[in-house]
Nanobody, 124 residues
């Protein structure tokens, strides 16, 4: 049984930081590209970032470049999203997702497994 469990969400003031974690079980973690998506109220789910299977390649949406950092620890079967200089537009439910391919992707339809999400709220 595949499980992706996000943690680390919460309430933070604008300009602050949070670190999300996603613990994965039930699959061979190092075989999967891992990504973060988010969904704000009333909006569609959108791509945030992905990290390659080895961790040496990453991609980000423009609005988070320079503020967010994705990483993974294959020994711990965990992917992380460090979020700095957060702003109100970062408020959303954040989801981690796994893709059983060699390359990353920005479309949610290219991912095989999903977590339940963790709420991130940025206050002014």
């Amino acid at each position: 049984q595949v499980q992706l469990v996000e943690s680390g969400g919460g309430l933070v003031q604008a300009g602050g930081s949070l670190r999300l974690s996603c613990a994965v079980s039930g699959l061979t973690f190092s075989w999967y590209v891992m990504a973060w998506f988010r969904q704000a109220p009333g909006k569609e789910r959108e791509f945030v970032s992905y990290v390659s299977r080895s961790g040496d390649s990453t991609d980000y949406r423009d609005s988070v470049k320079g503020r967010f950092t994705v990483s993974r620890d294959n020994a711990k079967n965990t992917v992380y999203l460090q979020m700095n200089k957060m702003n109100i537009q970062d408020t959303a439910v954040y989801y981690c997702a796994a893709r059983h391919e060699t390359s990353g992707a920005r479309s949610e339809y290219d991912y095989n497994y999903w977590g339940q999400g963790t709420q991130v709220t940025v206050s002014s």
